[in-house]
């Protein structure tokens, strides 16, 4: 017969390991760090330093479990605030030491996890072996949640003179997970509860009233725009109140069908009704069919996904579909934007501010969740603040279209002339502001893959470092085009001359060729001949400018075969040298009845009038203006399915013996000899490469500032040597910042001090207004450590 042991034996024996294993934990010398409470106790703080992590996978393990094989699981320390897990299913222990030094019992409320995330079970652990458990998730029913709240959170009684460990279990269908693990008082955290309901009420406000209005519009005026923003406008609202978590508290309270799928279900139908209300606002259909079919398949793609939502149980694959559709959809969005202006077709002002914050907003928040960005109130709703900035601006968008009806009807001539005028003055501030917000970007991810190319040990880090340094001078390129385009348009496009080395000016382009054409598996060949000069005379920038489109061209369309480059330098007359440059390809050809009109802008060659390989069609335009602004000539061969052959000849002059450069070297020293910097910069990621690029350079302060008046203020109370100066800043910008300073509003002592302006505004009317105002210098981001250094040196030295 068997003998069946006394189950009170077996609770004795295991409560007894239990002892001796927390015993050792709890008092051994070990790595693990722990939170203490001393007096006077913290109203909040984060535990992730103290805290660590480990991913079990599908295991379902119990608390028991957990303890006992602890050193067998792997916990690793929570690198960052709020840390983000990624879209998982797999279970997730987090635990945490706490010990309460003080003489008072304490109570906390803990915390922890997304407000969407489905199971969440805390286990608190004393150090006698007590445990107490609570649980929460959106899969429960509210009431049964130990604190019935619409985030994640759990009461922790702390008694005085003791330890604990804590232990948190989580567990998703599939959505990204994260760990804040934010302790606080009742008090804190009813004043920050608060705070949400003042904002959020705000926010959901807006959303409602928004929705409202327009939907009786679209009763009147029956214009279906109305009604797809309406609707946008109250899923967008049901999204962001299943994932602040009020949808589970007090709507699907019961944990079911549809609560554990509402967030998928509400994100899906608001991002077909903003691809419809956009797709019709900006007329899609009318100026790009390929943007329209493209918005008609990704609702397919949309309603598939509903679909699978609805009848499958498993949403594993749900959470990453549904994220990857809303952004197909806004890169659609913003592709169309971009057409428009392309094109020259007038597009609302409010509407691109409005798709800009809601960019902007998610942009903080996934960086945030990566842990780039602090954790803050601000930080941690800031999709929601893109996303009530944005319904604004589209609310003013569509109360211009209103307007736009009304007046169509009543004055139809007189308002197709304002439109034509209001056409480029939004043209003028679009560009103006392109370059701005796309330079201020280029300027950190540049500065960061050129510095990681050059630090990186491993050879597959420098790699990618290069390739996203190299995709992003294309992008520089591109932005430079439509600039260049802009000032062309304006006559105010002009040469810089100055000694410039050209063989190391072609050679660094070939470079840049020879890995994107082998990555498309192009053989590219390099020749030189001739007599060609160390030093010329004349505008590098240009010369990059005219080659690098020429090489992207054909790249671009050459499915296969071979890119060859040839350089060759001829006698000019007057003392001149005739820079030739011949670029060949074995690609597509060109017709001849596009050869007439190859030279236009907004022109490319099409296949089937299909636009396979992409461009914005303004290359050849700016290179023949800046091949006649220097007086050379440009022919262009091609026969269609053989290849494509273009000439350039440029005369440049000689550059005389006294100019010649002195030779870098490969290692330069960066050392300014004790001088002091002020830098005035609002933006974090520009003063994050300042800081980049200056921590390199020896013997020298750097301060930084975050607008004109600190600035101002900066260098009346200060002794620096020279400023750094951003020109679009708020409370008081650059131009404002620098007239204040010249007037001796920093002290007459002071009014001659070096000022370098440095802005991601290129346009020729800002670099006229900075020599007007008493700026030294100029520099256009993105920046260079040795553009930067030597323009410092020159003022200071």
């Not at 005028?421 to 300027?443: D, V």
């Not at 075969?561 to 597509?588: M, S, W, Y």
């Amino acid at each position: 017969m068997f003998i069946v042991p006394n189950q009170n034996i077996m609770r004795r024996k295991l409560h007894i390991k239990l002892l001796v294993f927390l015993f050792l934990n709890f008092f051994s010398h070990t790595l693990h760090a722990q939170f203490v409470f001393h007096e006077p106790t913290p109203t909040k703080v984060s535990l992730h330093p103290f805290a660590s992590i480990a991913n079990v996978g599908k295991q379902e393990m119990t608390i028991h479990q957990i303890i006992t094989n602890e050193h067998l699981i792997g916990f690793k320390a929570v690198e960052v605030e709020n840390k983000d897990l990624g879209f998982t299913n797999d279970n997730f222990w987090v635990k945490i030491d706490i010990h309460n030094k003080t003489s008072e019992d304490l109570e906390y409320y803990l915390e922890t996890a997304r407000p969407i995330t489905d199971f969440v079970e805390l286990y608190a652990v004393s150090s006698s072996g007590t445990i107490k458990k609570s649980v929460s998730g959106d899969h429960m029913i509210c009431a049964e949640r130990s604190y019935c709240h619409r985030k994640t959170i759990f009461r922790i009684d702390i008694p005085a003179n003791s330890q604990q460990r804590i232990y948190i279990h989580m567990l998703s269908d599939g959505e990204v997970l994260s760990v804040p693990l934010m302790l606080r008082t009742s008090e804190n955290l009813m004043e920050i509860t608060s705070l949400e309901q003042l904002v959020f009420g705000i926010f959901y406000g807006i959303l409602f009233i928004a929705a409202i209005i327009y939907i009786f519009f679209f009763f009147g005026i029956r214009e279906r725009t109305f009604l797809y923003y309406g609707l946008y406008v109250i899923f967008i609202g049901l999204l962001q109140f299943s994932l602040d978590g009020y949808f589970y508290q007090y709507i699907a309270t019961d944990g079911g069908w549809f609560s554990q799928k509402a967030v998928l279900v509400f994100a899906t139908i608001a991002a077909f009704f903003l691809g419809r209300y956009s797709q019709l606002f900006l007329k899609i259909k009318l100026h790009s069919k390929i943007l329209n079919r493209l918005f008609n398949f990704t609702y397919g793609l949309l309603a598939s996904l509903l679909l699978f939502l609805i009848f499958s149980p498993d949403l594993q694959y749900g959470y990453p579909a549904a994220n990857i559709l809303g952004l197909v959809v806004l890169i659609l969005i913003i592709a169309s934007v971009v057409t428009l202006y392309i094109k020259k077709v007038p597009v609302d002002l409010f509407f691109t501010t409005g798709i800009f914050f809601l960019v902007a907003g998610f942009v903080i928040f996934i960086m945030n969740n990566f842990g780039h960005i602090p954790t803050s109130f601000f930080s941690q709703n800031s999709s929601k603040f893109g996303t009530g900035m944005e319904v604004i601006f589209l609310s003013l968008s569509m109360a211009n279209l209103i307007g736009r009806i009304k007046n169509e009807k009543e004055e139809y001539n007189r308002l197709a002339l304002a439109r034509a005028e209001e056409m480029n003055e939004m043209k003028s501030y679009f560009l103006s502001n392109i370059s701005h917000e796309l330079r201020t970007p280029l300027n950190a991810i540049m500065s960061l893959s050129t510095d990681m190319a050059k630090t990186a040990t491993d050879e597959k880090i420098r790699h990618d470092a290069q390739i996203i340094k190299y995709s992003s001078h294309s992008l520089l390129s591109s932005v430079n085009d439509i600039l260049d385009f802009s000032k062309i348009e304006k006559g105010e496009l002009k040469l810089d001359v100055a000694p410039f080395h050209p063989l190391k000016v072609l050679e660094h382009i070939k470079n840049n060729a020879v890995i994107r054409s082998n990555d498309q598996g192009l053989q590219f060949e390099f020749s030189k001949a001739g007599d060609i000069p160390e030093l010329l005379i004349g505008d590098v920038v240009r010369l990059g400018q005219i080659v690098n489109n020429i090489i992207s061209n054909a790249i671009k369309f050459t499915p296969q075969g071979t890119i060859k480059f040839h350089i060759e330098g001829q006698p000019a007359p007057k003392n001149k040298v005739r820079l030739c440059l011949t670029v060949t390809d074995t690609g597509v050809g060109i017709s001849k009845e596009k050869m007439a009109n190859i030279f236009g802008s907004f022109t490319q060659d099409n296949i089937n009038n299909k636009r396979k390989f992409g461009g914005l069609g303004l290359g050849l335009y700016i290179v023949k203006t800046l091949v006649d602004m220097q007086k050379g000539v440009i022919k262009i061969e091609s026969k269609v399915g053989e290849g494509t052959m273009c000439r350039i000849h440029i005369d440049y002059e000689k550059a005389p013996e006294p100019a010649i450069a002195e030779t870098i070297s490969d290692n330069p020293i960066f050392d300014l000899h004790g001088k002091s910097i002020l830098v005035v910069e609002d933006n974090a990621i520009n003063q994050m490469v300042i800081k980049m690029i200056t921590k390199k350079w020896l013997n020298t302060t750097v301060i930084y500032v975050n607008n004109g008046l600190e600035g101002l203020e900066a260098v009346r109370e200060n002794n620096f040597d020279i400023v750094l100066m951003d020109l679009q800043m708020p409370v008081m910008d650059g131009y404002e910042a620098t007239i204040a300073i010249r007037n001796g509003g920093a002290g007459e002592e002071k009014a001659n001090i070096p000022i370098i302006a440095v802005t991601a505004d290129v346009m020729e009317t800002t670099k006229s207004r900075v020599k007007e105002i008493g700026m030294n210098d100029y520099l256009s981001k993105p920046l260079k450590n040795e553009t930067l250094y030597e323009a410092v040196k020159a003022l200071v030295s």
